[in-house]
Structures are given as C-alpha cells and as structure tokens.
C-alpha cells in the first residue's frame, strides 16, 4: 500500500507502463513506487538501478516476489 494526503498532487495517467510485472534482478525501467504483486508491500525504486533481489522481504507461503508500478515519480 502507498498512501497520499493531497490528491491534487497526483495524477492519472492509462500507460501501458502500470501493467507490466517486474522481476527481482532486473533493471527498473521507471523511478517511482512500486507495488508487490504478492503481498501489496509498496517500495521506491530508482530508473536504471536494479530492483532488489527475491530476499527484499518474505512471502508466508514462500511464493516469488514481483513489482507492479503503481507511482511515477519522473516523468518519462
Ligand atoms: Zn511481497
């Protein structure tokens, strides 16, 4: 989860960019938020640094971690 006070500072925006899954290891495409896939932890990732490895935080059940955008923080 991320929270906000302010909805005047955010922005809606439809791009292609908030439905794709991220892996552990891989380069972060986009500075920002980013959302858990399994379990909803949100996290800050910076543009062409790597997204952290599958041990960033543990599941209960063991399953993989992956990342969803959910705020950019740029724009890009
Ligand atoms: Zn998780």
Not at 11 to 37: L, V
Not at 47 to 59: R, Y
Request: charged share 10%; with cysteine; aromatic share 12%.
């Amino acid at each position: 989860m991320a929270w906000y006070k302010y909805p005047n500072f955010l922005a809606q925006q439809n791009g292609a960019e908030f439905d794709t899954i991220h892996h552990p290891g891989q380069n972060t495409p986009i500075s920002g938020i980013y959302r858990c896939t399994g379990c909803g932890l949100s996290a800050t990732f910076v543009a062409d640094k790597t997204i952290p490895p599958q041990n960033h935080h543990q599941h209960p059940n063991a399953s993989p971690i992956s990342w969803q955008l959910i705020v950019k923080s740029h724009w890009k």
